[in-house]
């Protein structure tokens, strides 16, 4: 488009650069291996540059069987005015238009957005319920849950660049807006950082009943102060890791290991990586998940078009199927496909 | 537009922009607000790609558009489920494309603020329920009047003997609005709120008139000022086609439920043929060719009923978004500044309760 948002400069944890990932190509392995793609972005933002539905349709497209996807809140196309607490419902409507679009079967056999993810203030409490009632009427039977990031992490607070509150999950009026989720047969995507694990297993032992998908394998930090220390924060991060495994309605987004702040540092590299050399980085992270989840609980994500600044779609589904190659059958549909539509009852 | 041919597979013109690119000219009165109550937004292989970004290009070239109507045309209908769900579809995408407006960051345009779609109004009273569906795609409420982006439906009816001949790949039954079965189905439009958009031609008017008259509480708007045909065997023969179509539309006003878009007139059906021109043709030139039609309209309905209309991107083959608006401008010139108010945006604003 024309007119992005203004006002924000280019912001280095969403600047894709196009020509560095031309450089790199691969066969697709298993390229009839159905996938649901449970979780990617929309957007069209100076600091994120645009990634619409043909920008997605260039990924989906680009050799993978991507059957289905679910769109995940990310603040885009909130409305610009109106009650502060219903501005989000923007998001669901506009993400409801391109899922039509999808739906006409004019852009492929790609589902796209065949579930929403948006996002309420679970902090108004109670109040949150007609947010969320909003939001069910404009995903048209395509709203499936919300995600409330509580990322945050004081010590690494500088590289992060993301300020907010400490300890939002066990907040008490967090928790009121919490339980209207499993009331209204809602799901949770949370967002933290390994540190605030715990308080996500807290809130999944106090709410055995709603569903909740923890995004991008808890967040093990790898920059600021952790950069360095990989294996101390691997040890700390395994240990959160299999205690909230062990809440059986808790599941596992396996992805996300593309974003810089996981301290990689593929983009510094002249060729982006192959799929060989991420799934070597994503392995000990996604097998740790998958031993303590489980494959009907865990699942693969593109976390798209974040982690398009480190690779291409076709590299990072190329790694997730060589992490799992010594899978069955049955345990690759779960991870690729399975579990993403049984969580969001696609 | 890939398409260079000047008629496209749907029988309209093909926009071509490096013709329009051909001719650009000075806004007129570039503040006078607008309400731009009459386009598409399309993507088919016959129809060439006007989105979102297409349409901002049009309302950013100067004319200060500060909303818009979506009209229904086929778009983005479901390829799955019950036949007569799939257009609620449109109304979803419609709905979409409304929310990265209202989002702001695509400048102050709000486009598609009111969503007028199809249903087949021949499904009798069982329309109710895809009305009921699209009244909710569009963010609203059943039961809840004025909630909501749809604002009503558009059931097309227009056909002719010719049409096939002129290269119309559609044929439609004559006397659509005279069925029972069809009336049924138009009776749920008052009871739910909605509005109704007629497109016809000239001969059928009184078809319209006898429909406004059964129903006076349902609001109507009859779309490109009554379709007066100057193809096939009208060809030649303007004057009498004006004599006729004046007659229909004078008896036609005295609904006072009826109300008149004031445009359309680029489409090949009026047989205006500037599309022919090695270059596009100026306000000027427009205004001059429109004003008849256009002047009798406001004389028969007044401006309280009349609203100015783009038809885009369906218009565009016959000249630019810029060139329009300023011929609009050129015949409303003697207007008072109320009237104006009427005509540009208060008309429009109204019928379709874009204020609720």
Not at chain 1, 84 to 93: C, N
Not at chain 2, 244 to 268: F, I, Q, Y
Not at chain 2, 348 to 353: R, S, V
Request: a neutral charge.
């Amino acid at each position: 488009m024309a007119q992005s948002g203004v006002g924000a400069a280019p912001n280095p944890n969403y600047h894709v650069r196009h020509d560095w990932l031309a450089r790199g190509t691969e066969e697709v392995l298993e390229p009839d291996l159905p996938i649901v793609d449970p979780h990617h972005h929309l957007w069209d933002r100076a600091e994120t540059g645009r990634y619409l539905l043909d920008d997605l349709l260039g990924d989906l497209n680009s050799g993978h069987n991507i059957t289905q996807t679910v769109f995940l809140q990310c603040h885009s196309m909130h409305r610009a005015d109106g009650p502060e607490e219903m501005r989000p419902v923007g998001e669901v409507e506009f993400v409801n238009g391109v899922a039509a679009m999808s739906a006409s079967g004019n852009y492929g056999k790609t589902k796209i957005c065949a579930g929403i993810v948006g996002t309420a203030d679970l902090a108004l409490g109670a109040a949150v319920e007609k947010v969320l009632e909003a939001e069910v009427r404009a995903g048209g039977g395509r709203f499936r849950g919300i995600r409330y990031i509580t990322a945050t992490d004081a010590k690494a607070a500088q590289e992060l660049t993301q300020f907010r509150k400490e300890g939002l999950l066990l907040d008490a009026k967090v928790r009121e807006g919490f339980a209207r989720l499993s009331a209204m047969g809602l799901s949770f995507d949370a967002w933290l950082y390994h540190p605030q694990i715990p308080e996500l297993t807290d809130l999944a032992r106090a709410f055995p009943e709603t569903p909740i998908v923890l995004n991008h394998v808890g967040g093990a930090i790898g920059l600021g102060p952790y950069a360095g220390h990989r294996d101390e924060v691997f040890a700390e991060w395994s240990g959160h890791i299999r205690a909230l495994g062990a809440c059986p309605n808790v599941y596992v987004k396996l992805g996300g290991l593309g974003m810089r702040m996981f301290g990689f540092d593929v983009q510094a590299q002249d060729l982006p990586p192959a799929s060989e050399r991420l799934a070597e980085l994503w392995r000990p992270y996604l097998e740790t998940c998958i031993a303590a989840f489980g494959v009907e609980r865990s699942m693969f994500e593109s976390n798209f078009p974040v982690d398009k600044t480190s690779c291409s779609y076709r590299a990072l589904w190329n790694a997730f199927k060589r992490v799992a190659s010594g899978c069955s059958a049955a345990e690759k549909a779960a991870l690729f496909s399975g579990t993403a539509a049984k969580f969001y009852r696609l | 537009m890939a398409a260079s041919t000047p008629v496209s597979p749907t029988g309209h013109f093909t926009p071509r922009n490096d013709w329009l690119a051909r001719h650009t000219e000075a806004v007129l009165e570039p503040d006078l607000p607008i309400v731009d109550p009459h386009h598409h937004l399309v993507e088919r292989p016959e129809t060439g790609r006007y989105l979102l970004p297409e349409l901002l290009a049009d309302t950013n070239s100067g004319h200060n558009i500060v909303g818009t109507v979506y009209l229904e045309w086929l778009s983005m209908y479901r390829a799955a489920g019950p036949a007569e769900m799939k257009p609620v579809g449109e109304i979803e995408f419609a709905n979409g494309v409304a929310a990265m407006a209202a989002s702001g960051i695509y400048g102050k345009t709000r486009a598609c603020h009111g969503i007028v779609g199809y249903a087949d109004l021949s499904l009798g009273a069982a329309v109710e329920k895809v009305l009921e569906a699209q009244i909710e795609a569009g963010g609203g409420q059943v039961g809840k009047k004025g909630g909501g982006r749809f604002k009503g439906i558009r059931y097309i009816s227009a056909t002719d003997p010719d049409q096939a001949a002129w290269g119309s790949p559609v044929t439609r039954a004559p006397g659509m609005l005279m069925q029972p079965k069809v009336r049924e189905g138009f009776a749920k439009l008052g009871s739910l709120g909605l509005t109704f958009d007629s497109f016809m031609f000239h001969p059928q008017i009184r078809d319209l008139t006898d429909l406004a008259r059964a129903f006076p509480g349902t609001p109507i708007v009859i779309d490109h000022v009554g379709g007066a045909i100057g193809l096939g065997r009208y060809k030649g023969k303007r004057d009498e086609v004006f004599a006729d179509w004046n007659r229909s539309m004078k008896e036609l006003a005295t609904c006072p439920n009826v109300h008149v878009k004031l445009g359309g007139l680029g489409m090949r059906v009026f047989g205006f043929d500037v599309h022919e021109r090695p270059e596009p043709p100026n306000s000027e030139t427009l205004a001059g060719l429109w004003r008849p039609y256009i002047e009798a309209c406001i004389a028969a309905f007044g401006a309280d009923r009349c609203m100015f209309e783009s038809n885009f991107p369906v218009d565009k083959g016959s000249g630019s978004y810029q060139v329009f608006w300023n011929a609009f401008k050129i015949i409303a010139k003697g207007c008072s500044a109320s009237e104006k108010t009427a005509l540009f945006s208060g008309t429009a604003t109204k019928f379709y309760k874009l204020g609720a």
